[in-house]
């Protein structure tokens, strides 16, 4: 039975650039790529060369760990580079597209299954089980494991983030075909999380929960812990609406199928707005002459609280919706203390811009400060919505004091969860890497 959730803990920060529901041109590149770095815990084996043929859907590489999950092409053409870092770290494979969009095809029978063993071999055959993931730990789950229970999150509240309801309203069919056979996959139950009045209700063989509220809000990890909380032992299995549609063309069409609508927002973009384009694009095909340049920017694939720095020359992350471009903020700013702070935004109503509740901002990516002593305080707590000590667990981590970790409720977190706490953070923690430290540490105890 459905229940509406009243989120209180959070905040929404308001940036200017917010996309407005219009669609540019669609987004057209030669250059694509799949990057190792946007799956924690991957140890990749290449399964192609440079100048190698593939097609939609055709591995590109596989989990050292699990060899079945491979990671397939985004689009059908010749793989062009492959780029290394230290100690010969895969980094990224570059697809060249030949514009013919051919895709590896399924046969009926694979399509048409409804049985567990059939649907995870056909995910993972396709290419499209990396886009499962498992809770605790925010890894790609393990296609021998059974779930609980499978949630899906049906918006989005970071800032800047795409409303889903403009980038999926054309995949309507897609995502009910996505859900029900995600539905094969567990004996439990799939949970939807929606804003009330979302467009999405009417969406059968799940059981929808509604969330009011400020970021996190949209946050799986936040409405798991709302309906079912996972503890010690327990295994949720997570998807994002995007993936869902994925996996639904896969079982509609028979082919794999990346087209996908992102937002390109933030106060450096000219016209803030949706495109049409193709998972993997390269982000010099979606921001060419589209921003403003007036000052350094800093080019973003995901949102500004958890997205990644990339570099023009660089691919749209995996799993991203969105680009985000705001100023770098390398300037010098000087006796900035004593200003009043009319023009700055602050979580702690530091400034007057505070009588202004309602006016977006245009931020930057200036940490304004150093790292400085971490001290026990209640500045996380209101930020984040779940049954959690954030500080006492972070101190933990930081101490390798796994019972501790456990008790303090590492298994219901992932990064994205405390990415409010690391912004508001007055002593400049990076709160998102030391828990994925902890995680790490946790998987390698527990293996």
């Known amino acids: 039975m459905s229940k509406t959730i009243r989120i209180k803990k959070g905040l929404d920060i308001k940036l200017k650039g917010i996309a407005i529901p219009t669609r540019g041109a669609d987004v057209e590149s030669k250059h694509y790529g799949i990057k190792p770095t946007d799956f924690p815990g991957l140890i990749p084996k290449l ?27 985004p689009v059908s053409g010749k793989v062009t580079s492959i780029v290394r870092g230290e100690r010969r770290k895969i980094l990224e494979i570059g697809v060249e597209s030949d514009g013919q969009f051919t895709s590896e095809s399924f046969s009926q029978e694979e399509i048409k299954a409804t049985d567990r063993e059939t649907i ?18 925010g890894i790609i789950a393990r296609p021998g494991d059974m779930p609980n229970n499978i949630f899906i999150s049906g918006f989005d509240s970071a800032p800047l983030a795409p409303d889903l309801e403009i980038t999926l309203e054309k995949d309507f069919e897609a995502l009910q ?9 567990t004996k439990g139950k799939i949970y939807l999380g929606l804003r009330p009045g979302s467009k999405f209700s009417s969406l059968k063989n799940v059981e929808i929960n509604y969330f009011n509220g400020p970021h996190p809000a949209g946050n799986v990890g936040v409405q798991i812990s709302k309906i079912k909380p996972v503890n010690k032992g327990d ?23 990346f087209r996908k609508t992102i937002a390109l927002a933030g106060s450096e973009v000219n016209e803030p707005q ?65 200003e009043p702070g009319l023009k700055k935004y602050s979580a702690s109503n530091t400034f007057l811009a505070k009588l202004f509740p309602k006016k977006a901002y245009a931020l930057n990516a200036n940490y304004h400060g150093g790292e400085r002593p971490f001290v026990v305080s209640e500045q996380y707590e209101k930020y984040l919505p779940m049954d959690i000590l954030p500080v006492f667990l972070l101190k933990s981590i930081i101490t390798n ?43 390698k105890e527990l293996a």
């Open 177 to 185: 075909k996505g859900i029900d056979v995600l539905a094969g996959l």
């Open 120 to 137: 995870t071999q056909t995910l993972l055959k396709s290419g499209l089980w990396p886009f499962i993931i498992q809770r605790p730990f």
């Open 274 to 338: 949706y495109y049409n384009t193709i998972l993997g694009v390269s982000v010099t095909s979606v921001v060419k002459n589209k921003t403003k340049k007036a000052t350094a920017e800093r080019i973003i694939s995901g949102n500004v609280l958890t997205g990644k720095k990339v570099e023009p020359d660089s691919y749209l992350g995996f799993f991203d919706n969105m680009i985000s471009v705001i100023p770098e903020g390398n300037q010098i700013e000087l006796f900035g203390w004593a």
């Open 401 to 443: 004091d796994i019972d501790k970790m456990e008790q303090l409720g590492i298994y219901e977190v992932i990064e994205e969860d405390l990415a409010l706490c690391e912004y508001a953070c007055t002593s400049k923690i990076e709160v998102q890497e030391i828990l994925r430290k902890g995680i790490n540490t946790l998987i």
């Open 235 to 257: 295994l949720i299995w997570t998807a994002n609406l995007q993936s869902v549609v994925f996996i639904g063309r896969l079982f509609l069409n028979g082919k794999t199928d």
């Open 47 to 73: 399964l192609v060369k440079t100048d190698d043929v593939v097609k939609i859907g055709t591995p590109l590489f596989y989990d050292k760990n699990n060899p079945d999950v491979k990671f397939p092409s």
